[in-house]
């Protein structure tokens, strides 16, 4: 991307970081319009091309990150059994652009994205968007996350239950705004959380 847009690879790298809550809300428009802001906040005026080429760069890693999810075996055992899945995710304007290609895209009846909605977790409208596509009460869901953004918190504020997962691969929970002082059980397989749920 920073070769694309004619930038220092590191400034660019710090820059994504740090705009994270602007991108994540939903501040700095679409994608096309965020890697545009990001260059000429890093000085540079870059050809349509060359943007066109970094948004490109952008959607693909996107996409590979979904590609490689472990989470599809357990999704599909909750379909099975009737029980309603919903999505809430802290991300940026790529998720939504390639959201109908992600192998999740199909196992979720309702999502709610925070560059859509404009509200991070632990907002309550974050959970409550997908809630209400799904028609159901806080009382009656169980949210499972691996602790950033404070969510676990946020969720059982609302009235869910909660259950912090450990990734096998991202660990710990460890994003921004991680919970901390979860003193639960913190399981490793999602199959662990499909049984407890069915």
């Known amino acids: 991307m920073a070769q694309s847009l004619g930038v220092d ?80 995710s802290d991300c940026s304007a790529e998720t939504p652009e390639i959201w109908s290609r992600s192998p999740l895209s199909p196992h979720f009846e309702a999502v709610s994205f925070s560059c859509v909605t404009t509200h991070r977790k632990p907002h309550p409208d974050a959970y409550l968007v997908a809630l209400r596509t799904l028609g159901v009460e806080p009382q009656d869901c169980l949210y499972v996350g691996d602790g950033g953004s404070h969510e676990l918190t946020g969720a059982m504020d609302l009235g869910m239950s909660a259950i912090r997962f450990e990734p096998p691969s991202d660990g710990k929970g460890e994003g921004i705004d991680a919970e901390t002082g979860w003193s639960r059980q913190v399981p490793t397989d999602l199959a662990e959380v499909v049984r407890y749920v069915i």
Do not use: C, N
Request: hydrophobic share 45%; no cysteine.
């Open 9 to 88: 690879s590191a400034e660019l790298s710090t820059l994504i970081r740090d705009s994270f809550d602007d991108r994540t809300r939903g501040r700095l428009g679409d994608l096309h319009q965020t890697v545009k802001w990001l260059a000429a906040s890093l000085g540079a005026t870059p050809s349509e091309a060359g943007v066109h080429a970094a948004v490109h760069l952008r959607l693909e890693m996107t996409y590979s990150l979904h590609r490689r999810t472990w989470a599809i075996p357990a999704l599909v055992a909750l379909g099975r059994a009737g029980v309603p899945r919903g999505l809430v």
